[in-house]
């Protein structure tokens, strides 16, 4: 198979026991189970696996224009250190989703954009792809309605503000959850 290129809003289901490399652009990458679980993101100069003949079936989703190969030979430094960062992010990621109620994760969740994700332009530090309210609900395992609700509020609060094309600029985030 050769280079692969998404569209945003395209979505491909990756092959079974195989690792890619991304070579550009922001994917969501998706366990699709008995419900569809969000396994992390991945960026440009990251490596990631399909699923194992274990795992139920993964799709990628291209939240920018992504370009992707699969790597049919042995890693070379550069990737191996993009799989190490691309699994701290999923581990971070996953922890999250298991934390509190849905305020808390919601919190949690843009610490680990801020964190992880956030490149900073000029003194404000935004998430460099497009993240609809849907997409941040599949994650989170909630409703868009709940996500509206909890983005809403930190919107009024001044602690985030959503630009036209859905970044998430994050302007100073509280040191703990609202209530």
């Known amino acids: 198979m050769s280079e692969v290129i998404l569209r945003r809003g395209h979505a491909l289901t990756l092959q079974r026991d195989t690792w890619y490399w ?5 994917l969501l990458i998706r366990i699709l189970d008995l419900r ?3 396994i992390g993101f ?5 490596v990631f696996q399909g699923p194992t003949e274990q795992d139920p079936e993964r799709m990628c ?3 920018s224009l992504a370009r992707m190969v699969p790597i049919t030979k042995a890693l070379n430094t550069e990737q191996i250190l993009g799989l190490q960062h691309r699994l701290h992010q999923t581990e971070h990621l996953m922890g999250l989703l298991h934390c509190g109620d849905i305020s808390t994760r919601f919190w949690l969740f843009l610490q680990y954009l801020e964190t992880h994700h956030a490149q900073v332009q000029n003194t404000d530090k935004v998430v460099p792809f497009r993240l609809t309210q849907a997409h941040i609900a599949r994650i989170l395992g909630v409703t ?4 509206t609700r909890l983005m809403k509020r930190y919107e009024d609060q001044g602690y985030i503000q959503r630009t036209l094309s859905h970044q998430i600029q994050i302007l100073n985030l509280p040191p703990e959850a609202l209530s």
């Open 36 to 38: 569809e679980i969000c």
């Open 144 to 147: 868009r309605v709940t996500v």
């Open 22 to 26: 991304c070579i550009e652009g922001t």
């Open 42 to 46: 991945v960026q440009a100069h990251q």
């Open 61 to 63: 989703e291209a939240l």
